[in-house]
């Protein structure tokens, strides 16, 4: 059996971080040994988040002290431009845990495994630093993969995301107020999941992104130009071919919608609709941006790293919601 593993989360007070903890205590092989948060600092872990029994409780350590505090990994669940700092601090302190981070900070890097098990399993060796794909970037890559060696021209992708996206420092995109009876776009060009995905795919995307007044889970609607024309059969069998294993992406036939994703570990990918000549493609995609997007990414890949089954500690079905 693979030993019990320990795991640190910084950041554990945000929407993300609040998934991470339920799953972690869920899980056959890991145990919680610090989460951080400056906010909630000396208060009992379990008086925020039932799914944990323990005595831990939230601190706010320096930095600089994260590598004495012994965890087997650490999952850095910080906004973008804030690892870096952490990270640095292991490295001087030359102290190696597996490093899971799920801003944008390393997406770039090429010396940290791009951790989206579904298309990068393959190149996983044994690489101790793991950046986690973006939510909208992992639902964008699933949804286009499969076409990508017949896409002429770049993917255009309309992206609807719930005000969960936005994280929890209080902005527009996550006011409830500002956001009923709206669709709120922002970061038309050049935001940071369109350089991601086209960068991992190897194509360019043209991303439009939303916020919609919903809590949680996204959807994308990919428009694909082919380089020849298909019937909707042969589009079908090269999702199924891609996805047959993949427990976590589902294929379904309608379009998918985002209100039964919420809660879910899974992408959906549906609709496959084709124009008449057969040149242009158009697929849905939806998943929990929390989850499939984050948390439950971010545990894939802490399996991956550890030894474990890549879906130990992920509920597999509706009870998960």
């Known amino acids: 059996m693979t030993a019990r593993r320990t795991i640190g989360i910084v950041g554990a007070r945000g929407h993300v971080g609040t998934e991470l903890i339920k799953l972690i205590c869920g899980h056959p092989g890991f145990d919680l040994t610090y989460v951080s948060s400056r906010e909630r600092a000396g208060q009992r872990v379990t008086d925020f988040e039932p799914a944990y029994t323990g005595e831990l409780r939230y601190s706010a350590p320096a930095h600089e002290d994260l590598p004495t505090l012994g965890a087997d990994a650490v999952v850095l669940a910080l906004p973008n431009g804030k690892a870096a700092a952490c990270v640095a601090a292991f490295d001087f302190a030359n102290v190696d845990p597996v490093i899971i981070d799920l801003s944008a900070d390393f997406r770039f890097d090429p010396g940290w495994y791009y951790g989206l098990p579904e298309l990068t399993r393959g190149a996983y060796t044994g690489q101790r630093r793991i ?16 076409m990508r060696d017949i ?8 992206g609807v995301s719930g005000y969960s996206g936005a994280g929890t420092t209080p902005s527009d995109k996550n006011d409830p107020d500002k956001l009923r009876d709206n669709l709120m776009p922002y970061a038309l060009t050049g935001h940071v999941h369109e350089r991601e995905v086209s960068e991992h795919l190897g194509h360019p995307i043209e991303f439009l992104p939303h ?9 994308i609607t990919a ?10 059969d042969e589009v079908l069998a090269r999702y199924h071919a891609s996805y047959a294993c993949e427990r976590l992406v589902r294929i379904v036939d309608d379009a998918p919608w985002v209100s039964r994703i919420a809660g879910e570990h899974h992408v959906e990918i549906g609709s496959f609709t084709l124009s008449a000549d057969g040149r242009r493609l158009v697929a849905v995609a939806t998943e929990d941006n929390l ?19 890549e879906y130990a500690g992920i509920p597999m079905g509706t009870e998960a919601a």
């Open 131 to 146: 950046s986690n794909p973006g939510c909208y970037a992992t639902a964008m890559q699933l949804a286009v993969a499969p």
């Open 291 to 309: 989850l499939k997007g984050a948390a439950t990414q971010a545990l894939q890949n802490l399996n991956l790293a550890f030894g474990f089954d």
């Open 151 to 158: 896409l002429e021209g770049p993917v255009q992708c309309f």
């Open 211 to 219: 916020v919609a007044p919903h809590f949680r889970g996204l959807t």
């Open 223 to 232: 428009n694909m130009h082919l380089s020849h024309a298909c019937l909707r």
